[in-house]
């Protein structure tokens, strides 16, 4: 009985949309995912989104950048900065500041 009501769930929803966040939605969806996004490219993210604004590393090196890859194909789907202590800081103060603001309202 549980399994044929998940299938009626799985079928009437989207399986990439699913908030029910049953584990067996959630494998179905990832293969899903990953198989139709084989022939995408890596997403590259040459600069980091703080304060409202995509900054570029203050680390120095333009080439460390670190590969992000789905832990279930190991496939790679996205590239990002290697930030350092400098950039976590300015993250951390412009996520407070915001808070901040948001918080007044």
């Given at each position: 009985l549980?399994?044929?009501l998940?299938?009626?769930?799985?079928?009437?929803?989207?399986?990439?949309?699913?908030?029910?966040?049953?584990p067996?939605?959630?494998?179905?969806?990832?293969?899903?995912?990953?198989?139709?996004?084989?022939?995408?490219?890596?997403?590259?993210?040459?600069?980091q989104?703080?304060?409202?604004?995509?900054?570029?590393?203050?680390?120095?090196?333009?080439?460390?950048?670190?590969?992000v890859?789905d832990?279930?194909t190991?496939e790679?789907?996205?590239?990002?900065?290697?930030?350092t202590?400098?950039?976590?800081?300015?993250a951390i103060?412009?996520?407070?500041?915001?808070?901040?603001?948001w918080?007044?309202?």
């Open positions: 549980k399994t044929s998940l299938q009626n769930h799985c079928n009437q929803h989207s399986m990439l949309r699913c908030v029910h966040r049953f067996q939605c959630i494998a179905r969806s990832s293969i899903a995912r990953s198989s139709s996004t084989k022939s995408t490219p890596p997403l590259v993210y040459d600069k989104y703080i304060g409202g604004n995509w900054v570029p590393s203050s680390n120095n090196d333009q080439q460390a950048l670190i590969d890859s832990s279930n190991g790679i789907f996205a590239t990002v900065t290697n930030g202590a400098v950039d976590t800081e300015r103060l412009a996520a407070s500041n915001a808070f901040n603001d918080s007044r309202r």
